[in-house]
């Protein structure tokens, strides 16, 4: 199924190549006013094609709001916005126009979901990715933005940033990364709030040239979460939390607070200190 | 949540005079031949303005196929169907243009949720029914129509047919009720089958001339669904409808089987007999 | 699957002739002090053989609360309650004590879900119905019992009674039916609260002595309904609850509101009268 | 809530303290022979108090199946199975008896969920965790040992060994990684199957002599997996595994595949190598 949470639940739509790839939102809060031009905003920041370390295609991706708002207020109810797909050019993944799959001819790309999809489904589509293509995240990044907005009326932010990319950990970044903002991580090409965003670029761009890329992490800050949040047991925040990541295509780990470092932590200095009145509890 | 079924979970989108209404099915069967004409045509049946018996709004609801298909092939994933908007005059209902509601001056239709929207979301679209809007339903004939031909491959057909209207209940239809088909229906402007179409015709038209209308009953007929179907406690195949039909705008009950004659029924007469091999078990 | 609701979700489980059946409420509102005297008593009032009226079984079914509280008090955690079953009789039920089923010589009992459960599981429970018992309704009346006592500090009432039992269609009631409430309904060994309750009564008894029943109506009545309750879709307040009594074995029909007494209604006559501060609006 | 899964929807219930722990399994496969001491033997597995590096109660965790189950064969309906709780002992935790909670006076223990309970709920068990309870993964044991069963018949299995406690990363296993079983693992005190578990075991001993322990890693390696398991977007094999895995109390992180060593990693090598009939395809 193509849906997740509950209350502001997100079902997301749409191929690489078919006419449209959008969201359903199951509901936003209503008479919310809601700024277009902040999801169009988060929506350009996805796109690829903005700078010359990814990939070149350079799409306009233009929001269109089918429902669920009227005069920039939500109404309450699903909100579907879509984003036209333009670059459809079938030819450039080479699969036949024949309706008949060439089962016998057909080399799947090596760490795509091409092949599992075929069979799982018995059909993929004809090009590009289908759902497993990086446009799929679009809905998701529509409703991650629209998500913003509210949280930002709460007070929370949500900050991603690249903390490291092969072998390059940046042992400084440009503030402390509690203090770090979007504006300040979007000044950096590569995400990477820091001196060695020049390194990494370079990198990345020597591996392009050979037709490669590499893997990176990404660290995210929230701030201000309300405590309590998430269920007891089984959708406890963090368990929801990785299931989100673990879902964004070739993710391959989580970590959560002290992560894979705490393996090696004595429980007696892991433990979270309790604070009184925003102050250290001693 | 606008919601409903498991499997083949239909989520329906889309408010009375926002660009476009429809529904995301997540997900029909893959690799399955869907014919768009006889999904047009369902939806063609459920246009206000064929005749003179109902609304006189003329609506032209082409479906859009946004995402899903390919050469007219289901992909597996989730299907994503339109009908644009196209009779968008917010003054027919007499809403005014601007931003705040003038609750104090506000006069709601009666026996519409036109309230009670407003109280639930503290705003209510500002022209036609919104979500309430018989328009909701095209969602759910697009969705119909599709669930029909895959219903058909397995030989299960569904009838529905006017059974009454007002206080006039035929007594006869063309054929034997077992024996009706949506094509034998159709036939009839009032879609009741039977000699008394013209009846119910002209207390139709008769009402109209007064800005009036009346109430009906519905019969729909199922044919070769598998024994076993639903979930033996909460969603009995029976619960299941009822919750469908139910949630029909303006429907006030549901019968099944017997329905309410049952109560006068003793248990003995009431048992459904066993049959074997085809054969009632005597 | 045997769930039913949403932030008060309930699964019962259990056999007719398995060690227990009950409940797992997941979850009640934390901190609420339960009265589980309130509880047995709905479950002594739904327990059979309490008069000559019903069947004769008379099972004394003790609340044994496993989770979920703590000194009287709701956790917010998931409330386990069971009874344990104590009249098993396999024999009473004349299925054989084997292992393998019988199938050549098998006579299911008509009208009961023995054999569907038989081809939908390839098995069915030994004795008695399996979970089409109607001791699977004891988990529902824990349920009702204690939802009973949250909706109750809203002022929220829920009062059902017998208002029909084969032709017999009581023209007066005790009181009013708004003013019904548990205590009148108890006074009449039918539920039916009225004078006609004996003639009620003696017609059963009279089908009974011929191992026979017969059908009825229950009407039920809830005050304080707090308005906009429910989803504007697929989950409409009315939906839900058809599909919660429909899921009620051997249920039939469900009537809202009119009912389908609205079929022979004009609009005009059936439209709800907006009142304004509790006053009707004219 | 206190679910997860879909077909085979597991409900824990239970804290620490109450007269019960157990599951609801909604619901296994039907007609299943299930092997009751297979079950206790996992549950005998994760049972503290086995050995003196665990913790030292020891408690006789038994089995009792309340419903589901018929002459040791499952009925397709709800599986209830519970563990009583026998070691109430209130006065360990240190909890007055009285009702009211002495918040000004009351220390939580520091990285235990008791805080953020009494915040989310006004109320927290008494004694114990709750639900926070390691006895809630009793639950949890007793469905995965079914499952276990279920997954045999398929041929799939599941092995889970510690690979890492503290900075003790075994360079060698008693064998190959692939050729790990739950016989070899149940060899060794610290489920570490290498000759370093004696070196794990001195360090936990060590630590616990002081009040203390430390962190460590699991490795899970599951068998003749299907492929196409998942659901292609939100719900992908590795995304539930994520969300199961991060659900269990003091979880940080979760890794698949390479993990977080992809990160170093060109794509050019990172790529996997489609097989064809099980050879490498070169």
Redesign the interface.
């Known amino acids: 199924?193509?849906?997740?949470g509950n209350y502001f639940?997100i079902?997301?739509?749409?191929?690489s190549h078919?006419?449209?790839?959008?969201v359903?939102i199951?509901?936003p809060p209503?008479?919310f006013k809601l700024d277009l031009d902040k999801v169009q905003k988060q929506l350009s920041r996805r796109r690829p094609g903005q700078s010359d370390i990814t990939t070149p295609r350079n799409e306009l991706d233009q929001i269109?709001?089918?429902?669920?708002?009227?005069?920039g207020?939500t109404?309450?109810?699903?909100?579907?916005i879509?984003v036209n797909n333009k670059n459809i050019k079938p030819e450039d993944y080479n699969f036949s126009e024949e309706?008949e799959f060439d089962f016998k001819n057909y080399i799947?790309r090596?760490?795509h979901?091409d092949?599992?999809?075929l069979?799982?489904?018995?059909?993929?589509?004809?090009s590009g990715g289908?759902?497993?293509s990086a446009r799929?995240t679009i809905g998701r990044v529509i409703a991650g933005a629209i998500a913003d907005q509210i949280l930002e009326k709460h007070n929370i932010s949500v900050t991603s940033f690249v903390s490291?990319?092969?072998?390059i950990i940046p042992n400084e970044f440009e503030t402390l990364e509690e203090n770090l903002t979007r504006d300040i991580v979007d000044k950096y090409k590569t995400r990477c709030p820091s001196k060695d965003s020049d390194l990494i670029e370079r990198k990345i761009l020597e591996?392009k040239e050979n037709?490669?890329?590499?893997?990176?992490?990404v660290k995210c800050i929230i701030k201000n979460c309300p405590?309590?949040l998430g269920?007891?047991?089984?959708?406890?925040m963090?368990?929801?939390?990785?299931?989100?990541?673990?879902?964004i295509p070739a993710?391959?780990?989580?970590?959560?607070?002290?992560?894979?470092d705490?393996?090696?932590?004595?429980?007696?200095n892991?433990?979270?200190?309790?604070l009184k009145d925003g102050k250290q509890n001693k």
Chains 1, 2, 3, 4 share one sequence.
């Open positions: 199924m193509s849906s997740f639940k079902t997301t739509f749409g191929e078919c006419p449209s790839v959008g359903v199951d509901a209503s008479n269109i709001v089918l429902s669920g708002m009227e005069n207020i109404l309450g109810t699903p909100l579907t879509i309706n799947p090596p760490s979901s092949l599992t999809y069979w799982k489904y018995g059909i993929h589509a004809k289908g759902r497993s799929e490291q990319v092969g072998d591996l037709g490669n890329s590499i893997g990176g992490k405590r309590g269920e007891p047991v089984f959708d406890k963090e368990a929801m939390l990785a299931h989100a990541m673990l879902s993710t391959k780990g989580f970590e959560i607070g002290s992560g894979f705490c393996v090696n932590q004595i429980r007696s892991h433990n979270d200190v309790w």
